[in-house]
């Protein structure tokens, strides 16, 4: 598991994964369900699109 820059440069290059971060990436704390257990996105390893993908494919 690769997280932050490891030595590329710039966050979220090639292989690298991290966590949605509410008020970030994953919308503010009112959308913050779209990462709780059960979705998508949770627990996963996804790159920055995969975890677009994960947040968008989440229903209430």
Excluded: E
């Excluded at 440069?9 to 008020?23: K, L, M, N, Q, Y």
């Excluded at 996804?46 to 947040?55: E, I, K, S």
């Amino acid at each position: 598991m690769k997280i932050g820059t490891g030595g590329s440069g710039h966050i979220g290059g090639p292989g690298r994964i991290g966590p949605p971060v509410a008020g970030d990436d994953a919308g503010d704390l009112d959308d913050s369900r779209r990462q709780r257990p059960d979705t998508p996105v949770y627990g996963t390893n996804r790159d920055a699109d995969g975890v677009r993908a994960g947040l968008a494919a989440a229903t209430r």
